[in-house]
């Protein structure tokens, strides 16, 4: 059977169109990876993997925060997580400041930085509540790494716990 060349070139393309945003949430689902060449980078595989599960519907795939705090975070910030996690020092996700979560109005930018030290900063709406999350970074030798958790909406310091 002959087809018309439109035909053929648009059922080609149908399977790559359709897989598309399967492939845009298996890479915004996978687990944390081994950035930190940039402090763009490290704010948007931290705040992109959560944006996966909570943009939307708020039913993506879930991430790990120990995988990220184990990646990103210096080992005295990672240290300090896990010690309130251990301690259920938090009953919340550190990344969007609630238990449950629906994220709109999402925005990331670097708002600080010089040679050796960065701020990334996630502002958006969980659950049509501001939140402004900061992420200040230190260069340590070629990666750079997370040294604090700051909240721009109401007094947090993840350091600050220590």
Request: net charge negative; aromatic share 8%; hydrophobic share 40%.
């Given at each position: 059977?002959?087809?018309?060349?439109?035909?053929?070139?648009?059922?080609?393309?149908?399977?790559?169109?359709?897989?598309?945003?399967?492939?845009?949430?298996?890479?915004?689902?996978?687990?944390?990876?081994?950035?930190?060449?940039?402090?763009?980078?490290?704010?948007?595989?931290?705040?992109?993997?959560?944006?996966?599960?909570?943009?939307?519907?708020?039913?993506?795939?879930?991430?790990?925060?120990?995988?990220?705090?184990?990646t990103y975070f210096t080992q005295e910030l990672?240290?300090?997580?896990?010690?309130?996690?251990?301690?259920?020092?938090?009953?919340?996700?550190?990344?969007?400041?609630?238990?449950?979560?629906?994220?709109?109005?999402?925005?990331?930018?670097?708002?600080?930085?010089?040679?050796?030290?960065?701020?990334?900063?996630?502002?958006?709406?969980?659950?049509?509540?501001?939140?402004?999350?900061?992420?200040?970074m230190t260069k340590s030798g070629e990666e750079?790494?997370?040294?604090?958790?700051?909240?721009?909406?109401?007094?947090?310091?993840?350091?600050?716990?220590?």
């Amino acid at each position: 059977m002959h087809r018309p060349r439109e035909q053929t070139t648009i059922i080609q393309r149908a399977p790559t169109v359709c897989l598309l945003p399967l492939l845009i949430g298996a890479i915004g689902a996978a687990p944390a990876r081994a950035g930190g060449s940039d402090p763009q980078v490290v704010l948007d595989e931290i705040f992109g993997q959560m944006d996966a599960i909570c943009g939307g519907d708020g039913n993506g795939p879930a991430y790990d925060l120990y995988a990220i705090s184990k990646t990103y975070f210096t080992q005295e910030l990672e240290k300090i997580f896990e010690n309130a996690m251990a301690s259920d020092d938090f009953g919340f996700d550190i990344l969007i400041d609630a238990q449950d979560c629906r994220t709109t109005d999402f925005d990331l930018a670097i708002v600080d930085g010089s040679d050796g030290s960065a701020t990334g900063r996630a502002t958006f709406k969980n659950m049509g509540e501001e939140r402004i999350i900061d992420l200040v970074m230190t260069k340590s030798g070629e990666e750079w790494k997370v040294s604090d958790v700051v909240y721009r909406h109401r007094p947090f310091s993840l350091l600050a716990r220590e």
